[in-house]
């Protein structure tokens, strides 16, 4: 089961390594932070350490937060 | 049962994700690999986080906040993203 969402984490970790444009590396790396961040919490389950857990969800809300913002000053460099 | 459950909806989620991933690595717009990518994988992160939760529903409360900001976040992400991607002009290839 681990090992399927490994696969799936890889797609998009080669889509952000060979295309060049900005936002589809953007789309690729929104992609990849859910789903480290939903493995994550996968792990905290089976090992039933719910630190782990925490850190995930943290992940979960910051992270996509600070994609939000990194994408309004990459539009504001591209102006 | 409810364990078996648990385990459909994580394998249902792990479909989603492939799904809604594979478009991205095509040549397609960017806006035609965000709806993929908004609708499935958000639709499976939430399939395997509800799996989760039928398998402990002791920590319920860590888990529906894990939903809850899953659910709101990556739809605005969503918004945001194809809002500034969309000042280039070159969106329909």
């Not at chain 1, 943290?58 to 000053?73: D, E, K, P, R």
Request: hydrophobic share 55%; with cysteine.
């Amino acid at each position: 089961m681990l090992i399927a969402m490994i696969l799936a984490l890889l797609i998009p970790m080669y889509e952000a390594w060979q295309d060049e444009d900005i936002w589809q590396k953007m789309l690729a790396f929104a992609s990849i932070a859910t789903k480290t961040s939903v493995m994550i919490l996968v792990i905290s389950v089976l090992r039933d350490d719910w630190m782990i857990g925490v850190v995930g969800v943290i992940i979960l809300s910051v992270g996509n937060a600070g994609l939000m913002l990194l994408a309004q000053t990459i539009k504001r460099i591209n102006e | 049962m409810v364990d078996i459950l648990g385990y459909l909806c994580i394998g249902v989620g792990i479909v989603f994700w492939f799904w809604g991933t594979f478009p991205l690595l095509g040549k397609r717009s960017v806006l035609f690999k965000l709806h993929s990518l908004s609708v499935a994988d958000t639709l499976g992160s939430m399939s395997i986080i509800c799996g989760l939760l039928l398998k402990i529903p002791s920590e319920w409360s860590l888990l529906v906040l894990a939903l809850i900001s899953l659910a709101i976040w990556n739809t605005v992400l969503g918004y945001v993203l194809a809002y500034c991607s969309s000042s280039g002009g070159r969106d329909e290839r």
